[in-house]
């Protein structure tokens, strides 16, 4: 064997192992981006546009997606369940607009007090989730759609008084969507941003996001996210240490459904809107296919994953948009999200898993 | 044989002491405590709605001819163990799909609706062939593949209807495109074929006391029956016996040296194919196709109606299915009005359906999955040394 062959065909097999390593998916997504991007700079679309809304869409969905890390690692899958904490996270949103709270501190507030309620809600979620081994998906898909549902009700009777957010003649309850405009609109996308060429960076956003990143991170590399990973991995292994499997489980679901409150925070803070009623109906499921792109699978997810599959998948919505809108039509963007989302999840599903029964 | 029934059984923990009580009140609430509940609610959204008995009348059954066939075609795919079928939202989009096609030949009357059923067909065949593939799989996880297959199922379904439609496929009858664009409207008109099967043969009930008459129409209802008797009766065949053993144990049936994979398939197949041809007589009942719209809650709704009547993942019967169309769809009619009555709004109602329809799946799915947890605990107890996943 020349060593000319050796390279050629290394080479080729270099590539090879990449992409296995770097997951077929998500090759095929970054290639589709890539592709986007060519057609973004051939069309003489402003770049720098679009990568600002890059940078403040991935940070806007970023604590959503990073939710699903301790479902997943715990072994309840990825948190289809989600709704409850965005739930809890708009009631702590809708008061701290009703006490009259602006800016860092209304935006606190509603971290805070959204971080507790989830973490309750969180709590009672857990054990449902104890109740139904294996059947987690599909029973937290419609637990979630049931809690939308209920939630509307409660919107609707809600008695809540401030005049920015209910109807102003007429009707009841409270409005669909509630301008957050003199609250904490943009309080983090703000924060200390620059420009760079135009490029505009949110840093109090990205920091924000980082800084849940490392909180997540530490509580994985703790003691009790040590624990949890081994029940999420082999059941049987840690059951035989001592762990208590409905323990971890459920300390999972906590952690999880108190990131949604805090990602759907941060998801209106930068959107600019609280919206309520069927609004969080789907999300769980662009959050669930956001972690999948970025290469975790139903029992294996990682702060890594979520970071690149939050990029990848907001960046493709983010470019796919103006693209489609001038070569095809507008509606387009939002067919290909659909595709793409559900896609993906059919994809993980398929996937056979060792040690997997979920 | 006796494993036969203890799966048939829905509450197959304690078959012993439900044979022994079996005639007794308590026990006959216990075993249909959903339907119990639902129709108590019923009657009551019905009293509080204020609806003349007539008009209700009228409403259940015009619902009744023309959700249950969507209902029962449910029924084989949880004879073969693949639980609820949401992948009937594919069945529903080959449905729409042939009527694209008849409109566009600009067929109307029986004849066109006949055409169309029988399009829908191997349009039907084409995606339960799919779906079936796709849940050999994906084995033990069928119903969130189902769900999240139909979701994606509609993003295909768009992309082909806004796109492809008056472009690559070529669309004749230029009313059905969005104007001065390419794709279809919202809205496509079928009334030329509207009530071809229900008016075939209508027969009119004079009630006395109320002005207006309770209108039936017999076709469907006909049709309706037959699929019952063809349900009922194909389990009593090899295939249907196939099915059930499949049903109970994949490696069982297996040994016994059954093709699981293809039967499973067939299983997807009839069912998608009985839910194109339900999605057929629901449109010609209402006279014109939400095309964006229609087929989406498909899935959702006749799986909440089935396990409204009482059945389970594991256990379906006809009589449970067209019980709960009955339910589901009683409450669908008296529960805006009810709502607006009580509270004031009609909106709480509609909210309060929403949550209904979601909430019965979800507590259906959980209840489910809880039995199945505590018998495999039992069957571990039993076997003390299992070896699992």
């Not at chain 1, 077929?24 to 970054?30: P, Q, W």
């Not at chain 2, 029962?72 to 009937?88: C, E, K, R, T, Y």
């Not at chain 2, 070529?170 to 008016?199: E, W």
């Not at chain 2, 389970?312 to 009955?326: I, Y």
Request: charged share 10%; with cysteine; proline share 3%.
């Amino acid at each position: 064997m020349t060593s000319g062959d050796f390279n050629e065909h290394s080479l080729w097999q270099r590539i090879k192992e990449g992409v296995a390593s770097f997951g077929v998916a998500r090759s095929i997504i970054l290639l589709f981006l890539i592709i986007l991007l060519i057609a973004a700079l051939i069309l003489d679309l402003p770049m720098d546009q679009i990568l600002s809304s890059m940078l403040s869409r991935f940070g806007m969905n970023g604590i959503l997606v990073l939710a699903m890390i301790p479902t997943i690692r715990s072994g309840t899958g990825p948190n289809f369940g989600l709704p409850l904490g965005i739930s809890c996270g708009l009631i702590a949103a809708v008061l701290s607009i009703e006490l009259d709270l602006r800016g860092f501190q209304a935006l606190f507030f509603a971290v805070g007090l959204g971080g507790a309620l989830g973490a309750i809600a969180g709590y009672l979620y857990g054990l449902l989730l104890n109740k139904v081994k294996g059947q987690e998906m599909t029973v937290g898909t419609y637990f979630g759609f049931s809690i939308v549902s209920l939630m509307c009700i409660f919107w609707f009777l809600a008695p809540f008084k401030s005049p920015e957010m209910i109807w102003p003649y007429g009707g009841s309850g409270l409005r669909v969507t509630i301008a957050l405009e003199g609250r904490f609109d943009k309080v983090l996308n703000n924060f200390l941003a620059f420009d760079v060429f135009g490029v505009t960076i949110p840093t109090g956003l990205l920091l924000f996001y980082g800084a849940f990143c490392l909180i997540v991170w530490l509580f994985m590399h703790s003691k009790t996210g040590v624990a949890l990973s081994t029940v999420g991995e082999s059941p049987r292994f840690a059951e035989s240490c001592g762990l208590s499997i409905d323990r971890y489980r459920t300390i999972g679901s906590v952690v999880s459904q108190a990131l949604g409150a805090v990602g759907i925070i941060v998801y209106a803070q930068t959107f600019g809107f609280l919206q309520l009623y069927m609004a969080p109906l789907f999300m769980a499921f662009f959050a669930v296919a956001s972690i999948l792109i970025g290469g975790a699978t139903l029992n294996r997810a990682t702060i890594w994953h979520a970071t690149v599959g939050c990029f990848l998948f907001q960046s493709i919505l983010v470019v796919s948009m103006p693209v489609a809108n001038l070569i095809i039509s507008e509606n387009l963007a939002e067919v290909a999200r659909i595709i793409i989302s559900n896609g993906i999840i059919l994809y993980a599903l398929t996937r056979r898993e060792i040690g997997g029964g979920a | 044989m006796a494993k036969d029934e203890k799966v048939l059984s829905s509450t197959s923990n304690n078959m012993h002491e439900s044979q022994k009580n079996q005639f007794e009140l308590k026990w006959f609430l216990r075993k249909n405590i959903v339907p119990v509940f639902f129709f108590v609610l019923c009657v009551i959204g019905g009293y509080y709605s204020g609806l003349p008995l007539p008009f209700l009348l009228n409403e259940i059954i015009t619902r009744m001819a023309r959700n249950s066939f969507l209902v029962i075609s449910l029924i084989i795919p949880v004879l073969a163990g693949m639980g609820l079928n949401f992948g009937i939202v594919l069945g529903a989009m080959a449905g729409q799909f042939a009527y694209v096609a008849t409109v566009n030949w600009q067929m109307a009357g029986l004849t066109g609706f006949t055409t169309t059923a029988l399009l829908s067909i191997p349009l039907a065949i084409l995606f339960g062939w799919l779906t079936g593939i796709l849940f050999n799989h994906t084995k033990g996880k069928e119903m969130i593949t189902g769900i999240i297959l139909g979701f994606f199922a509609n993003g295909i379904y768009q992309l082909i209807c806004l796109y492809f439609m008056g472009n690559i496929i070529p669309i004749k009858v230029p009313s059905m495109l969005i104007p001065g664009s390419i794709g279809l409207r919202n809205t496509l008109d079928i009334k030329p074929m509207q009530y071809a099967l229900d008016n075939l043969l209508k027969i009119q009930v004079k009630i006395p006391g109320h002005v207006f008459p309770v209108s039936i129409p017999v076709a469907t209802f006909l049709a309706i029956l037959a699929l019952c008797l063809f349900t009922h009766y194909i389990v009593k065949t090899k295939l249907g016996q196939e099915f059930r053993i499949v049903g109970q144990d994949m490696h069982v049936a297996e040994a016994s040296g059954i093709n699981v994979d293809r039967v499973r398939i067939i299983a997807v197949i009839l069912s998608t194919i009985l839910a194109g041809l339900g999605q057929v007589i629901f449109l010609q009942n209402l006279g014109n196709i939400n095309t964006y719209g229609s087929h989406v809650q498909v899935g959702t709704f006749a799986v909440a109606a089935i396990l409204i009547g009482g059945a389970s993942v594991k256990k379906a019967t006809v009589g449970q299915a067209l019980l709960g169309t009955l339910l589901f769809h009683t409450l669908f009619i008296v529960s805006p009005l009810a709502g607006k009555n009580l509270v004031g709004d009609a909106m709480i109602g509609e909210y309060f359906r929403v949550f209904v329809t979601y909430g019965v799946i979800g507590v259906a799915l959980a209840l489910h999955a809880w039995q199945s947890l505590q018998e495999q605990r039992r069957i571990a107890l039993l076997k003390a040394d299992i070896s699992g996943e």
